[in-house]
């Protein structure tokens, strides 16, 4: 995606919120965090607070982190 689109394009953060779920399935907790807080940034200036898309990144943000410091205390 990042040799067709701009990278701040919208469509990135989404590829990079479907990366993160991939990489939070085989518990890669922190590589899911890196790239979710890729997509946040992209989403804070492509859209206006409160915007689904948005709102989506910041839960699977924080279930990331639940889930890295899940791991951490096993």
């Given at each position: 995606n990042k040799r067709v689109l701009p990278e701040?394009?919208?469509?990135i953060a989404?590829?990079?919120?479907n990366l993160s779920i991939s990489l939070?399935?085989?518990s890669?907790?922190?590589e899911a965090i890196l790239?979710?807080?890729e997509?946040?940034?992209?989403?804070?200036k492509?859209?206006?607070n409160g915007h689904p898309n948005l709102d989506y990144s910041r839960i699977l943000f924080a279930n990331a982190q639940?889930?890295?410091a899940r791991a951490r205390a096993a």
């Open positions: 701040d394009h919208p469509d989404t590829s990079m919120n939070a399935h085989l890669r907790f922190d790239s979710l807080q997509a946040i940034r992209i989403m804070v492509a859209y206006p639940s889930l890295a």
